[in-house]
């Protein structure tokens, strides 16, 4: 598949990369709380009747074993299998899915590989990428890897990010000015990102040669001699989509996810992210689903609680990111107040164009849900640094089947679409 032809696809899809994980910096939840209690394994919650077969993979929501200074709470894990030009593998578990950015982007220090590194061109030096989230930056070295998740395995090598590979010199100034280092504060987290969004490439047809130079992000760069400077990048040479790399099931994905009790949550949760969309006997749309096509810029209009606005929906973030201010109270200072922690759970609606059906949501106490050490919590919320805007993070995800269908799959979606 190719990116549409439509004006400006650069700030289409870097606008989106750039906010996905992001509209909290949060996520590692370390001023939150998080360790103050233990979790109990008796409220552990699985998915019933969940689908098999080769393009279902096993999502875990769960504490990471190895941080015990952070709560991981609502992150969605996968295992990844890479592989080299030689056969040789090696399976990443651990990764965030994440359905709103597209690439598959691991930490050097997690792969035992040497997967060849990709050139900038003759005597450029190698292909480094600088990764945009609006809280700071990912700087690292693009590869080529045979991606496997489940059973399905991409049909040829496609281009992934290392982040925070010591062999690169320190990120430029121009990627340095996004903020801080934001892969350097996910890294308790996961052990990677596996982008599957709506989009096949991470920048797209802005980030080429074709575009002018003034117009292109400061996403790529070449390295030689210890100095990067920025570069265009060819498609096959960007970020990809392992899912638009697949021989079958290439359409986009299902993450189903349990239902999770609201608003105190659950202990952990297990659910399936499906490959295809239609095109097996276990990735049929939920009956009754309705397909909600996305802009150019990877949003899409809607309601909440009658307010209009604009927003998307994102696995890789983990809560409700909504301006509820001042009529839902923050929590204290001490504890993080870029959370919310009403007296009582808050109930709101969505509507999002196109839809017949309006969806609830329940914004609950951000202080107390961590002090429970839970790791699924369906009434996490945060504030949003923009107004009328939503980000409808992880919770949105709990006992409800969210599709996300890639660009130029759907006549009717040419951007891409949403379906529950």
């Known amino acids: ?78 295992s990844v299998k890479v592989c080299d030009v030689a056969g040789n593998c090696q399976t990443i578990p651990d990764v965030m ?35 945009q989230f609006a809280s700071g930056y990912a700087w690292g070295s693009m590869h080529l890897a045979t991606v496997q998740i489940a059973g399905e395995s991409t049909a040829q090598p496609i281009a992934v990010q290392l982040m925070n590979d010591p062999s690169l010199p320190a990120a430029p100034a121009t990627c340095a000015a ?12 996961a052990n990677g990102i596996l982008g599957i969004s709506n989009f096949v490439h991470d920048c797209g047809t802005g980030c080429t040669a074709a575009t002018p130079v003034d117009q292109r992000p400061a996403m790529y760069y070449a390295c030689s001699g210890g100095t990067c400077t920025a570069t265009a990048a060819d498609l096959t040479q960007q970020g990809t989509n392992p899912i638009a790399a697949f021989p079958v099931d290439n359409n986009g994905s299902i993450l189903s996810l349990p239902a999770v009790p609201v608003p105190g949550g659950a202990s952990s949760a297990t659910g399936t992210l499906t490959f295809g969309i239609g095109t097996q006997s276990n990735n049929a749309l939920p009956a009754g689903a309705q397909i909600v096509p996305i802009d150019q810029d990877a949003y899409v209009d809607g309601l909440i609680d009658g307010v209009a606005g604009r927003g998307f929906i994102d696995s890789g973030s983990n809560g409700y990111f909504l301006d509820l201010q001042p009529s839902v109270p923050r ?28 969806q609830s949501i329940v914004i609950g106490n951000a202080q107390t849900m961590f002090n429970t050490g839970y790791t699924a919590l369906p009434a996490l919320g945060g504030t ?34 949403w379906a529950f």
Not at 12 to 39: E, I, K, M
Not at 124 to 130: I, M, P, Q, S, T
Not at 406 to 415: D, K
């Open 1 to 78: 598949m190719s990116m549409p032809t439509s004006a400006s696809p650069v700030a289409r899809a870097s606008l989106f990369f750039s906010l996905t994980l992001a509209l909290c910096v949060s996520l590692l939840l370390t001023a939150c709380g998080g360790g103050g209690g233990t979790p109990n394994a008796a409220l552990a919650v699985s998915l019933p009747n969940a689908a098999s077969g080769a393009n279902v993979a096993v999502v875990n929501i769960r504490q990471l074993a190895g941080n015990t200074t952070s709560l991981t709470a609502n992150t969605p894990y996968v």
């Open 97 to 131: 899915v994440d359905t709103g950015s597209a690439g598959l982007r691991l930490f050097a220090n997690k792969l035992g590989l040497n997967l060849p590194a990709i050139s900038a061109g003759s005597g450029a030096g190698a292909l480094a990428a600088c990764a």
């Open 178 to 189: 996004q903020g801080v280092d934001f892969a350097a504060r996910f890294a308790p987290t």
């Open 331 to 358: 929590c204290a200072p001490t504890a993080d107040a870029s959370w919310y922690c009403p007296s009582t759970p808050v109930s709101l609606t969505v509507q999002i164009a196109g839809t017949n059906t309006a």
């Open 384 to 417: 949003a640094a923009i107004a009328n805007f939503a980000d409808l993070g992880l919770p949105f995800f709990y006992g409800r089947p969210i599709a996300t269908g890639l660009e130029g799959s759907n006549a009717n979606a040419p951007y891409g679409y």
